[in-house]
């Protein structure tokens, strides 16, 4: 990519992310391209869709939330590695109004421009819930594509209610209280 390129591709994205924490994932991508001082052309031939746009912007929460599956899959509790990851998805979810539905539509289309974000997600978390089984703390029926669905309904759900700020954790704990094989190993693994 030519320097000029770089930078208008950079500053989009810079621009994007300050606007989708803003306004949600359907901001105007007209006033993205104002903000960020480039023609709508522009913005559309380094990302020729909203998904592409989305896939940029979130790559570095995809880094994190990557490099906090790998410490967690070290960690001494498979099923508390699991229950917290989830809750980082949920959480990272929740920044951006409208992201929870974009990833649930994401997770059935394998060609979407978000698959980039959602399948790695997907492989992390199918790690952890493997381990988790093994252990014996999770149910051997759960799938990874069931959780995954699980904690986007759970973000989509708690942004639909922004007065109530506990109510994806709240929501995350009902969900995962049916994971467990023993009531006892769900109820320690998330601090009970």
Not at 13 to 28: C, K, M, N
Not at 63 to 91: Q, T, Y
Not at 145 to 174: F, I, K, S, W, Y
Request: aromatic share 4%; proline share 4%.
């Amino acid at each position: 990519m030519r320097a000029d390129a770089r930078r208008n591709h950079d500053r989009l994205v810079g621009e994007a992310r300050t606007l989708f924490a803003e306004q949600g994932t359907d901001a105007s991508l007209e006033d993205l391209a104002r903000r960020a001082g480039v023609g709508i052309g522009t913005l559309y031939r380094h990302f020729p869709t909203r998904p592409a746009l989305m896939n940029a912007v979130f790559q570095d929460a995809l880094a994190d939330l990557l490099d906090r599956s790998n410490a967690l899959a070290r960690a001494e509790r498979p099923c508390h590695a699991l229950v917290e990851w989830l809750g980082c998805i949920v959480r990272h979810a929740g920044e951006y109004r409208g992201l929870a539905q974009a990833l649930l539509s994401a997770s059935r289309d394998d060609s979407s421009a978000l698959a980039p974000c959602h399948v790695p997600l997907r492989e992390a978390g199918a790690r952890l819930l493997a381990r988790a089984q093994e252990s014996g703390a999770v149910r051997a029926d759960a799938s990874i594509d069931d959780l995954m669905q699980l904690t986007n309904a759970v973000a989509l759900a708690a942004e639909q209610n922004p007065e109530d700020p506990g109510l994806a954790d709240r929501l995350l704990l009902l969900t995962l209280q049916g994971l467990k094989s023993r009531p006892e190993t769900t109820d320690r693994a998330l601090g009970g």
